[in-house]
């Protein structure tokens, strides 16, 4: 099988899918030069493909027609798509991916997910790496942790350390990093809906001070104040995508053998708040002022009146 060139730094990377996290990675790899392209079905939006584009002319990014088109002219894909869309973007991918080619799976998915795109990037020719990014990116950029998995992995990882990655290889076998991810995000997205549940309801009954009061003697360690501001402002910002992030969280614990009462919970309250939010009721998106109230009482406020205008018995 033929290989990208052993400078990862010569490599023509592809993007799919050019949201917050290939935005940053784009950023990130053209500040040391490195060849990007990028495919995003938004960019067919009138509404959101002339911030992608804008943005790409920035950056000295090439945005692609299709993901036949950036397949067939990079050495090394990165797809970080929504959940949902993990194993249709590999099947569009392995029309046209160049052998030997690399194929980092980036998204939350299961691991039945992982390799069911695995054996379509595979059987074209590609090399797949299972991808499990272990917390949000903003914050780390290129560097968040991410664990690797499959039989491509441990040949991967250096070369990803080179571009500026910090990735370690968990398995040989795929699922194994995506399990690692997903049983985290049963916690993590799960804590997310049970504080704007807790706190939102908290709020209505106004004994919000004396629950945050009871969360500090129990959790010490943590300013309730300021998790649950950042925790509403990224479920409100990213509810959507979060949503389906933990249906796949819910598909991978029913790969346990375990019904996902919990994990179907925090699904529909993600998208409950992604709703609100494509509704307006957090202020226009895409302005500097979205989701970035520093008191989650505003937003706890904002869900609340919405609910009464719905049900004005309450």
């Known amino acids: 099988m033929t290989s990208p060139s052993s400078d990862p730094k010569q490599w023509n990377v592809g993007l799919i899918g050019y949201g917050e996290v290939g935005r940053i990675l784009a950023e990130d790899l053209r500040q040391q030069e490195v060849k990007v392209a990028a495919y995003d079905i938004k960019l067919r939006s009138d509404q959101t493909g002339g911030a992608l584009r804008d943005h790409a002319g920035q950056h000295g990014v090439t945005l692609t027609a299709s993901h036949a088109d950036l397949a067939a002219q990079s050495d090394f894909i990165v797809s970080a798509v929504t959940a949902s869309q993990a194993v249709l973007v590999a099947k569009a991918c392995a029309t046209a991916v160049k052998r030997g080619a690399w194929y980092l799976d980036f998204n939350s998915a299961s691991p039945g997910a992982k390799q069911r795109a695995a054996a379509l990037i595979d059987a074209a020719g590609g090399r797949y790496v299972e991808g499990a990014v272990m917390t949000s990116v903003p914050p780390y950029r290129i560097k968040v942790p991410l664990l690797l998995g499959g039989g491509d992995a441990a040949a991967l990882a250096p070369q990803l350390v080179e571009l500026g990655f910090v990735a370690k290889v968990a398995s040989d076998k795929l699922g194994v990093a995506s399990a690692v991810k997903m049983c985290r995000s049963v916690m993590i997205k799960g804590l997310e809906a049970m504080v704007i549940e807790s706190f939102t309801t908290a709020r209505a009954y106004g004994v ?46 029913r790969e346990a053998g375990l019904t996902p009462w919990s994990a179907q919970g925090t699904a529909e309250r993600q998208a409950w708040v992604a709703d609100l939010a494509d509704e307006g009721l957090f202020g226009e998106r895409g302005t500097r002022a979205f989701a970035r109230a520093a008191d989650w009482r505003t937003e706890a406020d904002r869900i609340l009146g919405a609910i009464k205008r719905q049900k004005p018995n309450i």
């Open 208 to 253: 919000e001070d004396a629950v945050l009061a009871s969360l500090k003697e129990t959790f010490p360690g943590i300013d309730w104040e300021k998790q649950g501001a950042y925790f509403f402002q990224r479920v409100i910002e990213h509810g959507r995508r979060r949503s389906e992030e933990v249906r796949e969280v819910a598909e991978t614990v």
